[in-house]
């Protein structure tokens, strides 16, 4: 990774084609992304890409995701005739021309991707491909005692009393935080923690400027065409 902010396309390009798709995950290449962000639940042995923990905003099926078969799942139109896809999918689709960002949802998600990023790794990924990330800290702490190698993000929301003191207690790579709570004091205290900060979801041009001069280095944006006419003009 660079000192450039790197465009990360969250959920692959979520403004612009049904999020999680790899439709979405397509258009996010076509605009040369950096990383590529996607949400991963494992469902019958197999990990499903889909942010919700319920169906109804994003498919047109109903009830929850964990109660639900991947057959079931696999039947769904999750929006432009597009079907959930699996992470190996989305590997594939991908083929190494951007990082990938996973975010664990649900149980038993960390044993699982940690298992097909070594699986990954023998198909000519690096390690340095990869982020795995999370609200729940405990499945990255799983992640680090699996794999110490995988590269972690720890997901905020809020901005915590000791800023970025629980990604380093994590010995993650990053530290991903809300763009309503960053500030120029948590950018520093993750930097000097040797973090890097990436931001979630920024969308429109002033924003983007705006965590620039915070100093960040990534953004995740559901426009990554937006973020790539920015990063051009701010050459």
Known sequence: MSNKILNIGHRGAAGLAPE???KSVQRALDYGVDWIEVDVYHIDGELLVIHDDRLERTTNGSGYVLEKSFTYLRSLDAGDGEQIPTL???LTLVDRR???NIELKGPDTAEAVAALIHDARREGWQNSQFLVSSFNHHSLQHIKEIDPDIPRGVLLYALPLDYAAAASELTAFSVNMGMSF????????AHKRQLKVFVYTVNEAEDFARMAALGVDGI????PDRLQKFL????
């Open 20 to 22: 999680n798709t790899l």
């Open 88 to 90: 190996q999918e989305v």
């Open 98 to 100: 951007a990082g990938i």
């Open 182 to 189: 960053i500030t120029k004091a948590f950018v520093e205290d």
């Open 220 to 223: 995740f944006t559901d426009y």
């Open 232 to 235: 051009r003009n701010s050459e």
